[in-house]
């Protein structure tokens, strides 16, 4: 991990999106030349690598928070306090915008209980580690959400200023225009103090 992906999310950059597009692919008619053309297709070793990063959270103490780059995208990971875990494990999910667990671990349709939001592809959940794509659901800008606090919003996670959306300690909407949670990433730990995204 760089130097610069330990610094604090203290800027405000606006996303840029990446569009992946499918490739409509002719139908092919000669049975010899299918074979070559699916083997073209599947990705390589080098390039499934690309596609996950491992962190090393050793440095990382309780309270801070760190903002990675995997596949071209700003995600947060936060080492919550004790009480913020309290805090975020005390919000009933009745009291949400949106209800759902936006969890690539999970199936997408389990609630947005603070469990369910740091649970990893293995199931296990690590209540410390929050982990979160660093973008509003909103508009994609990046939001704000410094170790010291500030910039936190009303709900001490993270704020986007761009239209005011605040987020929790779990990274679940709470105020402002954004229709969703912030979108939990695909990881698994791997270690005791290193994670694997994607
Ligand atoms: S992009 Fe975040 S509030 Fe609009």
Redo the contacts with the bound molecule.
């Keep these: 991990m760089s130097t610069a992906d330990l610094n604090e999310d203290s800027e405000h950059t606006r996303r840029d999106f990446i569009h992946i597009f499918g490739a409509a692919t002719a139908a092919v008619g000669a049975g010899a030349v299918v074979w070559p053309l699916v083997s073209q297709m599947n990705p390589d070793a080098s390039v499934l690598a690309l596609s996950t990063k491992d962190v090393d959270l050793s440095a990382v103490s309780e309270g801070q928070a760190i903002k990675v780059m995997w596949q071209g995208k700003p995600v947060f990971i936060r080492h919550r306090t004790a009480e913020e875990i309290e805090e975020a494990s005390a919000t009933s999910v009745s009291a949400l915008k949106d209800p759902i667990a936006r969890n690539d671990n999970l199936n997408g349709s389990e609630p947005a209980t603070d469990e369910n939001i740091v649970t990893g592809e293995n199931g296990e959940a690590r209540p410390q580690w929050l982990i979160l794509v660093g973008v509003?659901t909103?508009?994609?800008?990046i939001?704000l959400g410094t170790t010291s606090g500030e910039n936190r919003g009303e709900f001490n996670g993270w704020f986007?200023p761009?239209?005011?959306?605040h987020y929790d300690l779990a990274g679940r909407i709470r105020k402002?225009?954004?229709p969703e949670n912030l979108l939990v990433p695909p990881y698994q730990f791997t270690t005791d103090s290193v994670v694997k995204i994607g």
């Design positions: 509003c909103h508009l994609g800008c939001p986007c761009c239209h005011g959306s402002g225009p954004a």
